[in-house]
């Protein structure tokens, strides 16, 4: 996405210092350099952290008070049996910020209410032909409220709300069966700006594919993962690109548009990636064969009583995305190369294994193959991944920042 686009949303700069400072000027990227260790790890004595940062013990404990003044941490048990003093791990507060995720995909949309940790509290799903402004503005008018009631108090720690979406939506129109113009209205709409006439928080906006590779960088639990290739199957296929442990976007934030890559088609012609492995393309067979195609829109996916047109789009997309891999391989040495997609887990883990059988029949001199892995998160990926920007503007560093912070970069999972 460029810098001008009118849906942007830009993330405080952070500083790319390499280690925390004591300046008191510094403070903020200090408490948030605790905090996203505190994510990444899970809890942590203050003894840790100094070591982890280079922080004095002073500033720590400094960093730490504050934080637990304002409730973003939660105290553990001590842990004895050491000389001296037993410690006391410190971890994040899962009350202590909230943050809202909406979808938009072109069949469907999914409102997320997520906790601190990315724990998701509150869910709503609905299913279209294809989505309006309108109706997506009432979905989310509708949905909200229960949200916050839910809260209560704590209401006033959402963080904020984060949209994940297809950019430039309305050129899809043809292919999602929408009728005339139907989703022009898209092209001049700032579903941003409408949002927050009616939701007192910021208002963050993300690539769907880039969103759902997000998620999976920072709740997937991949622990030291550096490099990888992610592969998001929805109604188009898209993805993302994750280098040195970081969500990569970039000159115009069009990173990971895996979806446009070419790829041998059905009869050996060079078609793109979306035109063989989406979701869209099953959902065109199911239709030939008068069979509805609704539950592939469905929040509780089940794709029962289609097995066989499920088989014949599966074998295809698998070869498609075995060549997109290789493919984009041979530009950068992934370590990993990940698909996850809105469908149930039974069928994500039967399409990575058709993938991974699919290398077989190709020309692999010169490549060394990622490892294959199938994704954590499925469907609920995009709307987590929106969730994710508050969170982050708000409290948190960039991923690649924490690496360089942390002993251990040689993990692996």
Aim: hydrophobic residues 45%; glycine residues 12%; proline residues 6%.
């Amino acid at each position: 996405m460029s810098e001008d686009h009118p849906l942007a949303a830009r993330a405080a700069t952070m500083t790319t210092s390499h280690r925390g400072s004591n300046q008191s000027g510094m403070r903020a990227f200090n408490e948030r350099l605790v905090l996203s260790l505190l994510r990444r790890h899970g809890g942590l004595a203050k003894s840790d952290i100094a070591r982890l940062t280079g922080l004095s013990a002073q500033t720590v404990s400094v960093i730490m008070r504050s934080l637990e003044a304002d409730e973003l941490l939660v105290r553990g048990e001590p842990v004895r049996g050491r000389v001296g003093q037993p410690s006391v791990p410190l971890s994040l507060n899962p009350d202590g910020a909230y943050s809202i995720g909406l979808k938009i995909g072109r069949r469907s949309a999914d409102l997320v209410l997520v906790d601190f940790l990315g724990r998701i509290v509150e869910r709503a799903h609905v299913s279209y032909a294809f989505p309006t402004p309108a109706d997506t503005v009432a979905f989310v008018r509708a949905v909200v409220p229960g949200f916050t009631e839910r809260l209560g108090p704590r209401v006033d720690r959402i963080a904020g709300f984060g949209i994940a979406m297809p950019f430039e939506i309305w050129n899809w129109a043809e292919e999602v069966g929408a009728p005339g113009h139907a989703m022009d209205a898209w092209r001049e709409f700032d579903v941003g700006e409408a949002i927050g006439q009616f939701c007192p928080w910021p208002v963050y906006i993300q690539n769907d594919a880039t969103a759902a590779c997000g998620a999976e960088l920072v709740f997937g639990g991949h622990g030291g993962l550096q490099d990888f290739v992610y592969f998001y199957v929805g109604t188009f296929v898209g993805g993302g690109v994750v280098l040195n442990g970081s969500l990569y976007a970039g000159r115009t934030g069009n990173a990971g548009a895996l979806g446009s890559m070419p790829v041998p088609g059905p009869d050996g012609r060079p078609v793109q990636l979306i035109d063989v492995a989406s979701l869209v393309v099953l959902e065109w067979r199911l239709k030939a064969d008068g069979i509805d195609p609704a539950p592939l829109w469905s929040s509780d996916a089940d794709w029962r009583g289609f097995e066989g047109q499920a088989e014949q789009w599966l074998q295809p997309a698998a070869a498609a995305l075995a060549h997109a891999i290789v493919a984009a391989t041979s530009v950068i040495d992934f370590e990993v190369a990940m698909i996850d997609g809105g469908f149930p887990a039974d069928i994500r883990a039967r399409l990575v294994a058709a993938t991974a059988a699919a290398f077989s029949r190709l020309d692999l001199q010169g490549i060394a193959l990622p490892r294959l892995k199938a994704g954590s998160i499925g469907p609920i990926a995009r709307a987590l991944g929106g969730a994710s920007l508050p969170l982050f503007d708000r409290y948190l560093i960039d991923q690649n920042t924490l690496m360089r912070e942390t002993p251990d970069r040689s993990a692996r999972s």
